[in-house]
């Protein structure tokens, strides 16, 4: 198959189990090629890909940074897309879409609700989410399989039904699974998991998004996005010693803060990128959904082209070989902010607790946890997760722990190993890793996200005992892993974790300290090593793929109205035609409130399909201003407090709007959707704050509430719990058109408030319809 056919072809990445490129029928013959067990990824064209970027070039006259090439080379009118980074919306089509479990249930009932007959574009749903932690992978995946059989089953018949491939429970996490079978070079893929952007290690332009916007891209409607800015990360020297790719980001993270990268595309670049490998990249651009960017991307070389080959896509390298240009940045482009780090002066680095933007070096941490009164003593070491499970990482973590059984030493801490996907799992037990991390006192979990998500059934201590854990994860937000608040999680690379886990210790660094081997000798351990990539192919494992039949129209999605995990959506409410008068505050929230402490993962998990229920665990992570407490709060129609939720359906019961009043990077953190939906469910009408992350901003709009921010911050002191509050301007509600906000205090004052906003003109049809879905479906 040369050149000239894949110039007039449409690019097909793969899927699981056959592993080579699969062509037209036209061309089947001739190729030899098994079209037996795939699943067909974007159709991307590298030449629609060219014809695109150079209408833009030609408009703008400017050199282009590599993400403004493949998000403008996306554009669904690249003649008269106005283009102004940071200002304007897009419109663009994305190639694919891909779903785990947990947010697919919302966004396939919410596809359900469109009455479209399948989906647009290629799409998958993930089983990763489910699956609890507990005693280790076979007998934690077969109890999964067990207990949601129903939400297994609703997601593997809407699949089938409406065309969207389905990765079985154990298959791996979804992240893992699209950087092995269809992230590559060049690639815009959308993704319901805020950790989506993984896929940038392979050069691709992957981003997290909520159910409702991946609904659009599946209805085959042009997807709206901010025009990213752009911020450059310009690497230089060599990654050596115990410095990991992860630290690059740790780094980065301390830097930008948890909300620096918020409507920006990090775009990294430099000599230094060389000396990282595909999915250290990848582990680089996961963790960027830590500072609020839009997504990662690393430019198309060489260690991507082997990464290629070795999954069975040798042909896509060569292909991205030839229109290399289009995957490098232009020379002489312009970033909005540039950040400088040198490899090799970066030290390892370890970051928390309860946020992933305090940065400490490794060698520091001790000392810093003393000064600050955090437990020095390892509880449990814990790596694994879709920020660091590649055959590179297990390797790496595999070296540390081969030196510590070759002195006769086990780990102090508990040690659980979580593989990212059904081919790594394989591949590293028949390369000896898992024998040697279970040895060391590993326990090898299911190919799941696990513990990294709250699904852990931690026992080794009870809620609100102080502990220390450490892990190779993304985020340790308060009680993220294992729902006790007083976890002091801290965030590092595997090799860290595993020598912690050891020493068990948070006063230990491996660079310069001891430790007693069985002997009572005083040994080092050497830096760590670990292959790229396995000499050998990788093992594929079980097969877990199910490719949707070719016409679905028979087959039953059944919900039954007695289920407790599933529930039919109902359309919300249109907006009336006037103003929201008298609104009551149902919380004023202090402080930092992530998607975690407005809809909790966890054991709230299984409701993720059932909007009723899954509402009952609304903003019970938040705390209060009034009385500095999570879930209680007063009713001002009884003058009795309840727990969040209890309150909200009351006023709900009796007719009563609200409003959530909320401090600076509102909704930072996962992609759930939940975190929207159940305040429009419970009767929200708009969250006020100071600023958002981005994709709680958009999921808020998609569900037909006002998300608003004060035009001055220090406003937010001028409310009170016990204040009524109208939105005014909705007559005239335009974009670029600040609301107001009358807001009426007990006694009897009253301030007006100006709000901003950053709704478009189609947004405001979204408000105007009650939701997008219902927007959608007027359009039809």
Avoid at 600 to 618: T, Y
Avoid at 651 to 664: E, I, L, P, Q, R
Avoid at 668 to 688: D, K, M, N, T, V
Wanted: negative net charge; contains cysteine; proline residues 5%.
């Amino acid at each position: 198959l040369g050149t000239h056919f894949f110039r007039s072809a449409q690019l097909l990445a793969l899927g699981h189990g056959a592993r080579r490129l699969h062509v037209s029928a036209a061309y089947r013959a001739q190729a030899h090629v098994s079209m037996s067990r795939f699943e067909p990824s974007s159709f991307v064209n590298y030449e629609r890909l060219q014809s695109n970027i150079d209408i833009v070039r030609k408009r703008l006259n400017r050199p282009l940074t590599l993400s403004e090439k493949i998000v403008y080379g996306h554009l669904d009118d690249p003649h008269k897309q106005e283009i102004d980074r940071g200002r304007t919306y897009l419109r663009l089509r994305p190639d694919r879409v891909a779903m785990q479990d947990a947010t697919a249930q919302m966004a396939m009932l919410q596809f359900i609700s469109s009455g479209l007959p399948k989906v647009a574009v290629p799409s998958t749903i993930h089983c990763d989410h489910l699956i609890e932690a507990k005693t280790g992978g076979v007998k934690d995946l077969a109890r999964a399989k067990e207990v949601n059989h129903e939400v297994y089953n609703f997601l593997s018949s809407a699949g089938a039904k409406y065309g969207v491939g389905f990765w079985k429970p154990g298959s791996g996490i979804i992240h893992q699974i699209i950087l092995e079978n269809y992230a590559y070079p060049g690639v815009m893929l959308i993704g319901t998991d805020s950790h989506t952007p993984n896929g940038g290690g392979l050069g691709s332009i992957c981003i997290g998004v909520g159910g409702a916007d991946a609904v659009d891209v599946m209805a085959g409607i042009a997807w709206e996005l901010k025009c990213p800015e752009v911020i450059g990360v310009k690497l230089t020297g060599s990654l050596s010693g115990w410095t990991s790719p992860k630290d690059v980001i740790l780094k980065v993270a301390g830097i930008l803060t948890v909300k620096g990268g918020t409507g920006a595309i990090v775009e990294y670049h430099g000599p230094g990128v060389d000396s990282i490998s595909c999915t250290g990249m990848a582990t680089i651009c996961n963790m960027g959904a830590e500072i609020g960017a839009t997504t990662s991307v690393f430019p198309y070389n060489h260690r991507m082209k082997t990464y290629l080959e070795k999954t069975g896509r040798g042909q896509i390298a060569a292909l991205a070989d030839e229109f290399s240009d289009l995957l490098v940045p232009d020379e002489g482009c312009k970033y909005d902010q540039l950040i400088e780090i040198n490899l090799d002066e970066l030290k390892p680095h370890i970051n928390g607790p309860f946020t992933p933007d305090l940065a400490h070096p490794v060698s520091e941490i001790g000392a810093v946890a003393e000064k600050n009164g955090w437990p020095l003593e390892v509880k449990v070491g814990l790596i694994g997760s879709c920020t660091n499970s590649s055959y590179e990482d297990m390797g790496r973590a595999a070296s540390v722990a081969k030196q510590a059984l070759d002195n006769g030493l086990t780990c102090k801490a508990q040690f659980t190993v979580t593989p990212g996907s059904e081919q790594i799992r394989a591949t590293i037990e028949r390369d000896g890793y898992s024998k040697i991390l279970g040895d060391v006192g590993g326990v090898v979990l299911a190919n799941a996200c696990g513990p990294c998500i709250g699904q852990w059934d931690r026992q080794d201590v009870k809620k609100g005992e102080k502990n220390t854990i450490v892990t190779s994860f993304n985020r340790n937000f308060t009680a993220r892993n294992d729902a006790n608040p007083a976890t002091h999680a801290f965030v590092t690379s595997p090799e860290i974790v595993t020598a912690l886990a050891i020493a068990g210790t948070l006063n230990f660094n491996p660079e310069t300290d001891y430790l007693t081997a069985a002997n009572g000798e005083k040994f080092k351990l050497d830096p760590p090593y670990g292959d790229e990539l396995p000499a050998m192919d990788f093992d594929p494992g079980q097969d877990t793929y199910q490719h949707p039949p070719p016409d679905g129209t028979s087959i039953r999605v059944d919900v039954s109205p007695e289920s407790n995990r599933l529930q039919l959506l109902e359309p919300f409410d249109k907006w009336s035609g006037s103003d929201l008068e008298d609104m009551k505050v149902l919380i004023k929230v202090k402080g930092k409130c992530t998607t975690d402490h407005i809809s909790a993962a966890g054991p709230w998990l299984k409701f993720r399909g059932h909007l009723d229920n899954i509402s009952n665990n609304m903003l019970i992570g938040a705390v209060n201003s009034e009385n500095d407490a999570i879930n209680k709060l007063k009713n001002y129609l009884t003058g009795e407090y309840g727990g969040v939720p209890d309150v909200a359906r009351h006023y709900k019961a009796n007719g009563v709007s609200w409003v959530v009043v909320g401090d600076d990077n509102y909704g930072e953190g996962s992609s759930r959707e939940h975190a929207a939906l159940e305040p429009r469910h419970l009767g929200g009408r708009a969250i006020i704050v100071k600023s958002f992350a981005r994709i709680h901003e958009t999921n808020l709009k998609k569900q037909g509430v006002l998300p608003l921010t004060f035009s001055n911050p220090s406003d937010y002191d001028k409310i009170c719990p016990d204040d009524k509050i109208s939105i005014r301007g909705l007559k005239a509600f335009a974009p670029g058109k600040p609301l107001s906000a009358a807001v009426k205090h007990s006694d009897g004052s009253e301030d007006t408030l100006e709000l901003i906003h950053s709704f478009n003109e189609t947004q405001i049809e979204w408000f105007q319809a009650g939701s997008a879905l219902n927007r959608m479906k007027e359009m039809q």
